[in-house]
């Protein structure tokens, strides 16, 4: 586990956006997705995936196998259960188990080649949604007393 600034940590989520989704597919995706009215038309679908992930605050680098979370005071604005804030130490809590969760998986199950492998973008989004939902509810179940 390494921190880095938010500007890096940026960096690193932009090239792994690059890596995962092809540009003209997101494109095709914020169309299809405006037509059913599921977002609005100008949606810069690129920029709002970057601006979801850099709110989750941390990121794991599969190649290099680290975790880095953000140096300093974390972005104010993360909720949970109805409270306007959480206390950071909880908040970085939850950041690195979530984080943990999400590299044990891809270094146990390889969830990256698997989702490179797929033939539709369906299928790829379906194994993206479960090792996102996996590690999320890793993390609430040990905020809870779960663990």
Same mark, same amino acid.
């Given at each position: 586990?390494?921190?880095?600034?938010?500007? *890096?940590?940026? *960096?690193?989520?932009?090239?792994?956006?690059?890596?995962?989704?092809?540009?003209?597919? /997101?494109?095709?995706?914020?169309?299809?997705?405006?037509?059913? $009215?599921?977002?609005?038309?100008?949606?810069?679908?690129?920029?709002?995936?970057?601006?979801?992930?850099?709110?989750?605050?941390?990121?794991?680098?599969?190649? $290099?196998?680290?975790?880095?979370?953000?140096? $300093?005071?974390?972005?104010? $604005? /993360?909720?949970?259960?109805?409270?306007?804030?959480?206390?950071?130490?909880?908040?970085?809590?939850?950041?690195?188990?979530?984080?943990?969760?999400?590299?044990?998986?891809?270094?146990?199950?390889?969830?990256?080649?698997?989702?490179?492998?797929?033939? *539709?973008?369906?299928?790829? /989004?379906?194994?993206?949604?479960?090792?996102?939902?996996?590690?999320?509810?890793?993390?609430?179940?040990?905020?809870?007393?779960?663990?």
């Amino acid at each position: 586990m390494e921190t880095r600034s938010t500007e *890096t940590i940026q *960096t690193i989520l932009e090239k792994s956006l690059g890596e995962e989704y092809r540009k003209e597919n /997101l494109q095709q995706q914020a169309r299809v997705y405006a037509r059913l $009215g599921l977002l609005p038309e100008a949606t810069d679908l690129p920029k709002a995936l970057l601006e979801l992930r850099l709110f989750q605050q941390s990121v794991y680098d599969p190649r $290099g196998k680290t975790i880095f979370l953000p140096q $300093g005071p974390l972005k104010p $604005g /993360l909720t949970f259960l109805g409270r306007s804030s959480v206390p950071e130490e909880i908040t970085k809590q939850l950041l690195l188990i979530y984080a943990l969760s999400y590299s044990l998986q891809e270094q146990h199950f390889h969830w990256d080649e698997k989702i490179r492998n797929r033939n *539709t973008e369906d299928s790829r /989004l379906t194994l993206r949604a479960l090792r996102k939902g996996d590690a999320t509810l890793v993390a609430l179940a040990h905020l809870m007393g779960n663990p």
